[in-house]
């Protein structure tokens, strides 16, 4: 069956450096992989999306990076910052020919220390 | 600022209670979406809408039902509310199926 997997462990980073955290997918063949983050009791916010034919997309201090021979995504925070700390979600979409289905993983957290 | 509103943050219900919880997006979005997210499982799609009065099953829709009367305004139901449907309730749209999904602050159920 198709699955995604994030970092299962919580991420603890100091202030300043970059933050990489990791989703895994299998049995599945995006189009499109999306990032979003979450705050603890709210909704995600949209971040990122990459497509199938793209290796690496940048907004501000994200870098996402997306490999589909090692069915793999790396979502990069730069010069991180405490105000970035949240739970990070990677979502696979297979685009049109899923009916729109996106795949959640169930997330990173990620804490960053001043 | 564009947005995706629910009509409550906290609600609590008895079981066998009709449950309605309501998705409002100003944005002119032709796709809605209901998940509820749960520890450990993730975000799972419960139903969506693509076209007023259109809805397909998503991955867990039994027990749920959905309206969509008007293309801003998207309806949960829980006909017999049950203890397992405590969860936190994410209504989301977006323009294109590819697209991103715009969250709502989503609704934390509970199920006495």
């Known amino acids: 069956s198709q699955k995604i997997e994030q970092n299962s462990e919580a991420l603890n980073i100091q202030e300043g450096k970059t933050a990489t955290l990791t989703c895994n997918y299998t049995?599945?063949?995006?189009?499109?992989l999306q990032w979003y983050r979450q705050d603890p009791g709210r909704g995600p916010v949209f971040l990122l999306l990459?497509?199938?034919?793209?290796k690496e997309k940048r907004k501000e201090r994200l870098k996402v990076t997306f490999d589909t021979t090692l069915k793999q995504s790396l979502f990069h925070i730069t010069a991180s910052q405490p105000a970035d700390s949240a739970t990070y979600l990677c979502?696979?979409?297979?685009?049109?020919?899923?009916?729109?289905?996106?795949?959640f993983g169930s997330g990173t957290r990620l804490s960053i220390r001043p | 600022d564009v947005k995706v509103t629910q009509s409550s943050r906290y609600l609590v219900k008895r079981t066998g209670e009709k449950v309605f919880l309501e998705c409002v997006q100003d944005m002119d979005h032709e796709n809605m979406f209901w998940y509820r997210q749960d520890p450990g499982l993730g975000l799972r799609l419960i139903y969506f809408s693509y076209d007023v009065k259109m809805k397909e099953k998503g991955d867990i829709p039994e027990g749920y039902s959905v309206s969509r009367e008007k293309k801003e305004r998207f309806s949960l139901i829980l006909e017999s509310a049950s203890t397992n449907q405590t969860s936190m309730y994410l209504c989301a749209s977006s323009q294109e199926w590819a697209g991103g999904r715009i969250f709502g602050p989503g609704t934390r159920l509970l199920v006495l």
């Open positions: 990459i497509r199938e034919n793209e």
């Open positions: 979502a696979l979409d297979g685009g049109y020919s899923s009916a729109s289905k996106i795949i």
């Open positions: 049995n599945y063949s995006p189009a499109y």
